[in-house]
């Protein structure tokens, strides 16, 4: 028996082997001096084990290992032969959906249907997504006059180096790996020591469906050591970051160091409007679900409703109904539970201060501000929180809280609400509710923003590309062009005719 692997049984009763080492090379091992750290259940605020945390020593393990693999075996492997593993991967993860649900409910509070039909169901969708492409990335020719030929060919960049956070565990290393893998390259994923433990399980069916070795490589580990580690890594090509926005800025300076690619996807606070012609009822229930689904945990969620005057008591008195009659506060497993808990003591305390930050700020608290515990006593719940009249200059109104927690605010005319909408340092979304075509393609059109939902919040496709504009990151995943961070371009010019 050694430490690497747990047998688990969850809250609702499933039980399963769970990896607690680093996954190198396709192997498990411990961590060089044996480190670990904790991961809880924040329904409970239990421990549910303790996983190997890794150092820079390993992170030198694993990029050799992608090195390796990347000059190996991987490279020579034929297009097809690569969307076809990546095909078999999402069947794996189909198969062992519900335990994949399973442990990001436990170790994340999410609900386990939203694991279930968000998480898992997006995972899938992506690998399936990405194998499609694996054989269909190519490059161009370009034949100028009849001395020349040149040709264009698009290569993987390398070993690549992903750094996650804990919002979508599963969900967030997918969207990063499916793209690399289907463009050749091979990987080392930094999962966030908050919620490790399905990216380990999950390491498991990589290896299971015959990946190469040394093409996935997990580590577990604090930011400041483990990630840092990466992003200054010379062996590795390129960083894929999803995180906050001050977290983002430290990553890129240290990758600067090496002057490897990266792309960052990080905060948000992101508007949603509603023009008086809007479908009231649908503004509400959109607006509802785009701030609260996933315990607000979500860097695109519309955090900041602005609704035009004539509509804005209305929309205040329905937003609070429709809280008071979706969010089921509680048990993850319960099936109709909407909210859990917050990830974290850290994340909870933010969500707190923020409530009284906004109190002391003179913004009107229509409901919700209060944390409680479930039965027994315990867990890291927050009540989903509204505050109204809010203007731009509080706090609340510009920072990204991270929780089930949304400002309103009221706005009189079209170019005062898309000034508002963009007077923030984030781009990532915005909502846009009206019946009027033109003004819905008009606004879309001026807002600065990767995303416009016209009439939906957070309606994300694995086809369409996401990403941020201003400091919401560069770079896009999912879509055709999420395919382009991880290749890199070599042209070749060749001579013909012509003499020197
Ligand atoms: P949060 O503060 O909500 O945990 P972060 O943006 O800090 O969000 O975390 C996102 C990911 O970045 C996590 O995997 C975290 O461990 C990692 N990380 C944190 N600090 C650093 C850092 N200085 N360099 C590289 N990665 C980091
Ligand atoms: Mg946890």
Redesign the pocket.
């Known amino acids: 028996m050694s430490d690497l692997h747990i047998d688990l049984t969850a809250p609702n009763g499933l039980t399963f082997k769970q990896p607690l080492g680093l996954f190198i090379d396709n192997e498990w091992v411990s961590s060089s001096k044996g480190a670990k750290i904790s991961t809880i259940n924040p329904a409970n605020e239990e421990e549910i084990c303790a996983v190997h945390a890794a150092d820079s020593n390993d992170v030198d393990k694993a990029v050799e290992a992608a090195r390796r693999a990347f000059n190996g075996e991987w490279r020579e492997l034929d297009t097809s032969v690569r969307g076809e593993l990546l095909y078999k991967l999402s069947d794996l993860v189909e198969q062992h959906g519900d335990v994949l649900a399973t442990i990001d409910a436990m170790d994340n509070g999410k609900t386990f249907q939203a694991a279930r039909n968000v998480d898992i169901v997006g995972a899938i969708a992506l690998l399936r997504y990405y194998a499609g492409w694996a054989d269909k990335i190519h490059g161009k020719v370009i034949d100028p006059n009849p001395d020349k030929l040149a040709y264009v060919l698009r290569e993987p960049i390398g070993v690549c180096g992903a750094?996650?956070?804990?919002n979508f565990p599963l969900l967030n290393i997918v969207t990063k790996l499916a793209p690399a893998l289907a463009a050749g390259n091979t990987i080392v994923v930094?999962?966030?020591?908050?919620t490790p433990l399905s990216a380990l399980y999950f390491a498991n069916l990589v290896k299971e469906v015959g990946i190469p070795a040394g093409v996935v490589n997990v580590l577990n580990g604090?930011?400041?050591e483990v990630?840092?580690a990466i992003?200054a890594h010379p062996g590795i090509d390129m960083i894929t970051?999803t995180?906050?926005t001050p977290?983002g800025r430290?990553?890129m300076k240290?990758a600067a160091g090496t002057l490897k690619r990266v792309t960052l996807e990080t905060g948000g606070k992101s508007p949603l409007l509603v023009f008086p012609d809007a479908d009231l009822e649908q503004a509400v229930r959109w607006g509802h679900r785009g701030i609260m689904s996933n315990q607000g945990q979500v860097c695109s969620a519309t955090s900041r409703i602005l609704v035009h005057a004539d509509i804005y008591d209305t929309f205040v008195i329905r937003f609070k109904a429709e809280v008071e009659k979706i969010s089921k506060v509680g048990d993850p497993f319960q099936s109709d539970t909407f909210q859990g808990p917050q990830v974290t003591k850290d994340q909870f305390n933010r969500v707190l201060s923020y409530v009284e930050a906004g109190k002391q700020e003179g913004a009107q608290l229509v409901c919700g501000g209060a944390a409680f515990k479930n039965v027994g006593g315990k867990g890291l719940y927050i009540a989903p929180t509204v505050f109204a009249g809010v203007t731009d200059s509080m706090a609340i109104a510009q920072e990204e809280v991270f929780g089930p927690f949304v400002v309103i605010a009221p706005f009189h005319d079209e170019a005062e609400a898309i000034e508002r909408a963009n007077s923030t340092i984030f781009g990532l979304g915005a909502s846009v509710f009206t019946r009027d075509i033109s003004r819905a393609l008009r606004v879309s059109k001026k807002i600065q923003s990767g995303t416009i939902w016209v009439n939906s919040s957070n309606d994300d496709d694995v086809r369409v590309p996401f990403g941020g504009y201003k400091q919401s990151g560069f770079g896009r995943e999912m879509g055709e062009e999420g395919i382009e961070p991880y290749t890199i371009t070599k042209s070749i010019h060749v001579n013909l005719n012509s003499k020197l």
């Open positions: 750094i996650i956070p804990w930094k999962v966030a020591e908050q604090a930011g400041r990630g840092s992003a970051f995180g906050s977290t430290q990553v240290t």
